[in-house]
């Protein structure tokens, strides 16, 4: 009877010797559910990475703890990443950040939904009106009162959304007048429900306030959201975004940040489902990010370009 195992020579190894752990991707995921798609496509591509997920609130808190060296990787707005890398004021002294870019993404577009029978047909028109805007220091919670600031707008009340079932619940019973949301997190409550039966209708935002405010918001631009995307929504609406980046901390992996910018274009058409106004990634202008790249990136698009 064999009772035992016998090795015999300097290079035999036990087989029970476990294997080497896998390296920890640990990724922020504001702005979910863009970010979680990426995130479950990126695990379904790179199995050998174990990529764990830590929630966040902001953009803001994804480049503080990317500066801390708790996270390696999220996506951020790029207002927010260039004050992180240069501070604020670019010239005074060399920067230190923690954060590199990995891409640059389409602008975040800014859906602002009005109440049937509020008589709000225009930016202008919310006046006194009671506006919510998102959660408080959220992105569409700064982009908004750019809005309202660039139209002159002073409503009667700005209230902090704390979630999406306030949104659609203060639509429907009135209490709120107009909101402003993500286009990405929009609810299916607000799409099949509110639009579908004509309780509220996309507005707009557009003019020349929006000329003034890009010319003093540089990270801002014009988006438009296609037509036919929501019910009874028969024409393209403009709004206003801010560019995103998807960030990652300086000295992580330049092989590993190699692979997840190679397979982002791989992936980004499933991911882009979660959003109309996300489904193409511009392979000529993600590398036109407004802080420096981090070398995997660069690698990355420069064997690209050479490779045309």
Same mark, same amino acid.
């Given at each position: 009877?064999?009772?035992?195992?016998?090795?015999?020579?300097?290079?035999?190894? @036990?087989?029970?010797e476990?294997?080497?752990?896998?390296?920890?991707? @640990?990724?922020?995921?504001?702005f979910?559910p863009?970010?979680?798609?990426?995130?479950?496509?990126?695990?379904?591509? +790179?199995?050998?990475?174990?990529?764990?997920?830590?929630? $966040?609130?902001?953009?803001?808190?994804?480049?503080?703890?990317?500066?801390?060296?708790t996270?390696?990787?999220?996506? /951020?707005?790029?207002?927010?990443?260039?004050?992180?890398?240069?501070?604020?004021?670019p010239?005074?002294?060399?920067?230190?950040?923690?954060?590199? *870019?990995?891409?640059?993404?389409?602008?975040?577009?800014?859906?602002?939904l009005?109440? *049937?029978?509020?008589?709000?047909?225009?930016?202008?028109?919310?006046? $006194?009106?009671?506006?919510?805007?998102?959660?408080? @220091?959220? %992105?569409?919670?700064? +982009?908004?009162?750019?809005?309202?600031?660039?139209?002159?707008?002073?409503?009667?009340?700005?209230? *902090?959304?704390? %979630?999406?079932?306030?949104?659609?619940?203060?639509?429907?019973? $009135?209490?709120?007048?107009?909101?402003?949301?993500?286009?990405?997190?929009?609810?299916?409550?607000? &799409?099949?429900? !509110?639009?579908?039966?004509g309780?509220?209708?996309?507005?707009?935002?557009?003019?020349?306030?929006?000329?003034?405010?890009?010319?003093?918001?540089?990270?801002?631009? #014009? #988006?438009?959201?296609?037509?036919?995307?929501?019910?009874?929504?028969?024409k393209?609406?403009?709004?206003?975004?801010?560019?995103?980046?998807i960030?990652?901390?300086?000295?992580?992996?330049?092989? !590993?940040?190699?692979?997840? &910018?190679?397979? +982002?274009f791989?992936?980004?058409?499933?991911? /882009?489902?979660?959003?109309?106004?996300?489904?193409?990634? @511009? !392979?000529?202008?993600?590398?036109?990010?407004?802080?420096?790249l981090?070398? $995997?990136?660069?690698r990355?698009?420069?064997?690209?370009?050479?490779?045309?």
């Amino acid at each position: 009877m064999i009772t035992g195992f016998t090795c015999w020579g300097a290079g035999c190894r @036990n087989r029970a010797e476990p294997s080497p752990a896998k390296p920890v991707l @640990n990724v922020g995921t504001a702005f979910a559910p863009f970010s979680t798609r990426l995130t479950e496509e990126y695990r379904r591509t +790179l199995p050998d990475i174990d990529i764990e997920e830590h929630p $966040g609130a902001s953009s803001g808190q994804v480049l503080s703890r990317i500066e801390a060296g708790t996270l390696d990787f999220g996506i /951020a707005l790029a207002d927010d990443a260039y004050r992180a890398y240069f501070g604020d004021s670019p010239d005074a002294t060399p920067p230190h950040s923690a954060v590199r *870019a990995m891409s640059l993404l389409q602008p975040l577009p800014t859906y602002l939904l009005v109440r *049937a029978g509020s008589g709000i047909q225009r930016v202008a028109d919310l006046k $006194g009106k009671v506006v919510a805007l998102g959660p408080q @220091n959220s %992105s569409v919670w700064k +982009l908004g009162m750019l809005v309202l600031k660039a139209f002159k707008v002073d409503p009667l009340k700005v209230i *902090a959304l704390s %979630s999406r079932d306030v949104a659609v619940k203060g639509l429907r019973d $009135g209490t709120f007048d107009a909101i402003m949301l993500p286009g990405y997190v929009y609810p299916e409550e607000l &799409t099949e429900s !509110l639009l579908r039966e004509g309780g509220a209708y996309l507005l707009p935002i557009e003019g020349p306030p929006v000329d003034q405010l890009r010319r003093e918001s540089p990270f801002v631009r #014009v #988006v438009m959201i296609p037509r036919d995307i929501y019910p009874g929504q028969d024409k393209i609406v403009p709004t206003v975004g801010i560019d995103m980046l998807i960030v990652c901390r300086r000295d992580l992996d330049e092989k !590993l940040v190699y692979r997840l &910018t190679e397979q +982002l274009f791989t992936v980004f058409p499933r991911v /882009a489902r979660v959003e109309a106004t996300m489904r193409f990634l @511009n !392979l000529e202008e993600a590398p036109a990010t407004p802080i420096p790249l981090h070398p $995997g990136a660069t690698r990355y698009f420069r064997e690209r370009e050479l490779s045309r």
